[in-house]
């Protein structure tokens, strides 16, 4: 029992970690931003990428492992953890503050994740992960990535 809560207490310290670390290098991404002339959504990728940084590795050392199972568990699941946590903290903190909530996306937006969904259905459901269906996950980031940066 002790050790359960030493885990969630070591996990709300490293939550303010991040969130204060996010706070502190945002103005400078922001400035960065704004100096290269970049849609304001990369400021939001930025910030996500340093958040995910530390599965990132792990999943890359995973795959050079040629663990491929486990690199694509290990980037899709901080992936949808991030997500799974951040979106009710946002919805949380929006009905605290009163402030209005908006998550909508753009059509290519939609697109793009309705298509990254389908692709997932399919590497998920096959039940062992190929290198072809990791290098289909990057295209579709790669993709994702040239469409933020050019409106």
Do not use: C
Request: proline share 4%; charged share 10%.
């Amino acid at each position: 029992m002790a050790a359960t809560w030493t885990s969630f207490f070591l996990l709300l310290v490293s939550l303010v970690v991040v969130i204060g670390l996010a706070k502190a290098l945002s103005p400078v991404v922001e400035a960065g931003v704004a100096a290269a002339g970049v849609p304001r959504a990369v400021i939001g990728i930025v910030i996500a990428m340093l958040v995910l940084a530390p599965e990132t590795l792990a999943a890359l050392r995973a795959a050079r492992a040629d663990r491929l199972q486990t690199s694509l568990n290990l980037a899709i699941g901080s992936a949808l953890a991030t997500i799974g946590l951040t979106i009710p903290a946002v919805v949380v903190a929006v009905l605290i503050l009163d402030l209005p909530l908006t998550l909508g996306l753009e059509y290519r937006s939609i697109a793009m994740m309705a298509l990254t969904f389908l692709v997932l259905a399919f590497t998920l459901g096959s039940g062992r992960t190929t290198l072809m269906q990791g290098a289909i996950h990057l295209v579709l980031f790669a993709a994702f990535l040239f469409l933020s940066l050019v409106p």
